[in-house]
């Protein structure tokens, strides 16, 4: 566990590093800054897994539990135990980093019935077409911005850490 636990503190760390030296400001910044949180402990990681679970309600696909905040990153804990809505995030890419379990993991492609969330969200139903790989546990990758993208199947459960980060075309 400690070992996981420091892979998963190396890869915040670096994702953040990268970021904040080849990120280019996004074209919009929210009017209100998030709150500034730099590090989460094993503990924290463990406590919000907890939380994630008890805040789980019958049905809902997905929980999402802030676990850092460095404006204009964040970083989430998800807690998936369902097949939730697939995305495309316009002005950001996305890295996960699977803490535990397991699914299929969709990209590309085309998104099933999208709706515009947001200016900055597409949300649909499903993908059609795109590239599925198995993720589970240790696996670490990357969605760029602007990319139809989605978990398929769930293997019980996943848990990851997500970190949106301004894509890299943004103007």
Not at 90 to 118: C, M, P, Q, W
């Amino acid at each position: 566990m400690r070992a996981a636990n420091c892979v998963l503190a190396l890869a915040v760390t670096t994702i953040l590093g990268i970021a904040s030296t080849s990120a280019q400001a996004p074209a919009r910044l929210p009017a209100l800054p998030l709150p500034t949180k730099l590090f989460a402990s094993s503990q924290n990681v463990a406590a919000l897994i907890d939380e994630a679970k008890r805040d789980h309600k019958p049905g809902q696909a997905t929980v999402i539990e802030p676990l850092l905040r460095l404006a204009p990153y964040s970083a989430n804990l998800e807690y998936r135990t369902a097949v939730g809505p697939a995305a495309i995030h316009v002005h950001e890419d996305e890295f996960f980093y699977v803490i535990d379990g397991s699914g299929t993991f969709v990209t590309g492609g085309k998104l099933v019935h999208a709706v515009r969330r947001n200016a900055e969200n597409f949300s649909g139903d499903s993908i059609v077409g795109g590239t599925a790989v198995h993720v589970a546990k240790g696996d670490f990758f990357v969605v760029p911005e602007n990319t139809p993208h989605w978990f398929s199947s769930i293997d019980g459960h996943v848990i990851d850490m997500s970190l949106h980060v301004p894509g890299s075309k943004v103007q």
